[in-house]
């Protein structure tokens, strides 16, 4: 597999019916799931699962999403879902690409940016990372060549 970016985190999917739309392929807010999915399980891998946020009173919330879908996916289809945390400010703000890549023609289907801030989960108002924010996801980091 061609990933845009090294050494990423990936999560396998099947298209099931569930995914599918009116026009025969998968409906585009299915791939938004996806891409929380796999950001919210690489972010338990780093260890900072709902325990953690809900401790810490902190959470990463969704601030936008940029998406290009590129080509359609369709019932059955194996995938892969890549992310990389790519910038972090460290304070508010931290950025994650994905990539989906559809496995038996390595077909890139959709590649994402979304751009989260820090909230404090009890009044919903950006507040800064705490520390173990930027360790956990400083070590997923990517540093550009």
């Not at 990539?99 to 751009?115: I, Y």
Request: charged content about 20%; some cysteine.
């Amino acid at each position: 597999m061609e990933w845009d970016w090294p050494a990423p985190f990936t999560v396998p999917l099947t298209v099931t019916d569930e995914a599918i739309d009116e026009l025969g392929h998968v409906n585009n807010a299915v791939y938004v799931r996806w891409m929380e999915r796999c950001a919210w399980q690489h972010s338990q891998a780093l260890g900072l699962g709902l325990a953690e946020y809900q401790a810490l009173d902190r959470a990463m919330a969704v601030l936008r999403h940029e998406i290009d879908y590129l080509a359609s996916a369709y019932l059955g289809d194996e995938l892969l879902m890549a992310t990389w945390i790519v910038q972090s400010d460290q304070r508010l703000r931290m950025d994650r690409h994905f990539q989906l890549v559809r496995v038996k023609d390595a077909s890139v289907l959709l590649r994402a940016k979304t751009t989260f801030v820090c909230i404090e989960l009890s009044t919903g108002r950006p507040k800064r990372m705490p520390a173990s924010f930027i360790q956990g996801y400083g070590q997923a980091l990517v540093v550009p060549a």
